[in-house]
């Protein structure tokens, strides 16, 4: 019987663990913004985080594909060479995408005129008109927009893997660049720019000449940053759920080998990951039916649901962001919830919760916030 006797990788201290991840930690992006300055410091911390996985649960219509746009938008405008992968499992409204990024860019070029309150944007100068290559900057942004439409499981998981592997072909490409512009800097000849009737002298005179150093800081000037990147998938429950219903030991399989390896990318790539999902257990307004605490995770008691998947799929995340509606006054939760006359119209308004997060510091915060124009955020007060 042979023994192979290959020795394995070496051990690495404490200190150099904990240094490669200080040093990991610290090229990680800014968050991106969801549109609106109060809600991002008020319920989500600066922001999306890069690095994270998020879900956004909702029912239909609380705007949670809106929060994934404006995430796209920021993305798009903080990052220069940045990509989006958008992978979607259901009819996407692009004319809404377009109208989130015409109203960010216009609010970006004038943002040094406009001074950023809780609630609104308050004038500080005469306004700018808008630039005229506004269309041609818009469609500059949608270029960069990966739209892949799939129909199953699978689909989600190639679409990936495929994004997986243009990250890598990119790297090897910028590690060829690097590596020959580090030949060229310390004076070693190409062979392949050679002639092969001056081989000899052009020995001698690179033997001759005195090579350049290179030390680290030309390394580190040769190496720049990659380009941060973003993956949103909107609507994860539509695919899974289809995946469970033939099989749930495979699907709850599948889905964690998934959700692994998709947390390793964006961990190890420093992604923006947005993943939409639905909900289950809602309650309509004015039907009464027995409430058990395990289907209860807003803050507001008369918010039914919870994010669905179940909790195996909480355990795959990083982030747990759930949209409700609640009435936006007294006289509307009267209204809302049976005043004894007959049912009107009342007014609501949207409520962003962090129901969980990995790192401790933003759960069970919230915030209100209303929709307007039917693509921009609004913090309010209810």
Request: net charge negative; aromatic share 6%; hydrophobic share 35%.
């Amino acid at each position: 019987m042979e023994v192979d006797d290959k020795a394995g990788a070496p051990p690495l201290s404490g200190s150099t663990l904990l240094a490669n991840e200080e040093k990991h930690e610290s090229s990680r992006p800014a968050p991106a913004s969801c549109g609106n300055w109060a809600i991002d410091t008020g319920a989500l911390d600066g922001g999306f985080r890069y690095g994270e996985i998020t879900s956004i649960a909702g029912a239909k219509g609380t705007g949670k594909t809106l929060f994934a746009f404006h995430a796209i938008a920021s993305h798009l405008l903080a990052h220069e060479s940045g990509e989006v992968v958008l992978i979607a499992t259901s009819d996407i409204h692009l004319p809404r995408l377009r109208d989130v990024l015409i109203s960010r860019l216009e609010r970006h070029d004038r943002g040094p005129e406009f001074q950023e309150s809780g609630y609104v944007y308050s004038k500080q100068s005469a306004r700018k008109q808008p630039s005229p290559d506004l269309a041609h900057r818009v469609t500059s942004m949608l270029e960069r927009i990966r739209l892949c439409r799939v129909f199953d499981f699978p689909g989600v998981a190639e679409a990936v893997a495929e994004f997986t592997t243009s990250l890598e072909e990119n790297d090897r490409r910028d590690q060829e660049a690097f590596d020959a512009m580090e030949r060229k800097m310390k004076g070693i000849p190409d062979s392949e720019d050679e002639d092969e009737d001056s081989d000899a002298l052009d020995f001698e005179e690179h033997a001759a000449a005195k090579p350049k150093s290179f030390d680290d800081q030309d390394r580190n000037r040769l190496r720049q940053p990659a380009s941060a990147n973003m993956i949103v998938v909107d609507n994860m429950a539509s695919v899974v759920g289809s995946m469970m219903a033939k099989s749930q030991v495979q699907g709850h399989a599948m889905l964690a080998t998934f959700m692994q390896s998709l947390q390793h990318l964006t961990h190890r790539r420093h992604v923006c990951t947005l993943v939409i999902n639905s909900v289950v257990g809602l309650r309509l307004h004015g039907v009464q039916h027995p409430r058990r605490l395990d289907d209860h995770v807003s803050i507001f008691a008369s918010t039914l649901g919870k994010p669905a998947l179940g909790k195996h799929f909480a355990n795959l995340i990083d982030t747990s962001i759930f949209l409700s509606t609640v009435p936006k006054g007294r006289e509307d939760a009267d209204i809302a919830y049976g005043d004894g006359q007959r049912p009107r119209r009342f007014d609501e308004a949207g409520v962003i919760e962090v129901v969980k997060d990995r790192k401790g510091t933003r759960e069970g915060i919230w915030r209100a916030f209303v929709i307007e124009r039917g693509f921009e955020l609004q913090s309010t007060s209810l």
